[in-house]
């Protein structure tokens, strides 16, 4: 099993930053792509941004700029930072890892519990 802990999330003022953070733990034979997702009240999940165990960053258009994705193989880890945040970046933010548990068979997507986001104006 694997478990994914995200961490850093809570309310800012517009204009604000803020740094996210998530770990991955359990059966991690591999991590592939990470990545970062948030839902508003009454809208769909969407993609914030995602990064590959090797390669380049991809950023939905309305963050780009703004938001810097990265992380840590050595640590399992994904990170977010957020800059110059607005009302409408008020979400739950929610850390998504794509993992492979054993050398063998296929790998599968895990997601955090979720990270409540507010951005006051």
């Known amino acids: 099993q694997v478990q994914l802990v995200e961490s850093g999330g809570g309310l800012v003022q517009s204009g604000g930053s803020l740094r996210l953070s998530c770990t991955a733990s359990g059966s991690l034979f591999s991590i592939n792509t990470m990545g970062w997702y948030r839902q508003a009240p009454g809208k769909q999940r969407e993609l914030v941004a995602t990064?590959?165990?090797?390669?380049?960053?991809n950023y939905a258009e309305s963050v780009k700029g703004r938001f810097t994705i990265s992380r840590d193989n050595a640590k399992n880890a994904v990170y977010l930072e957020m800059n110059i945040l607005k009302p409408e970046d008020t979400a739950v933010y929610y850390c998504?890892?794509?993992?492979?548990?054993?050398?063998?068979?296929?790998?599968?997507?895990?997601w955090g519990q979720g990270t409540q986001v507010t951005v006051s104006s």
């Open positions: 998504n890892a794509n993992v492979r548990s054993r050398s063998w068979g296929n790998s599968r997507d895990y």
């Open positions: 990064i590959p165990r090797v390669g380049n960053t």
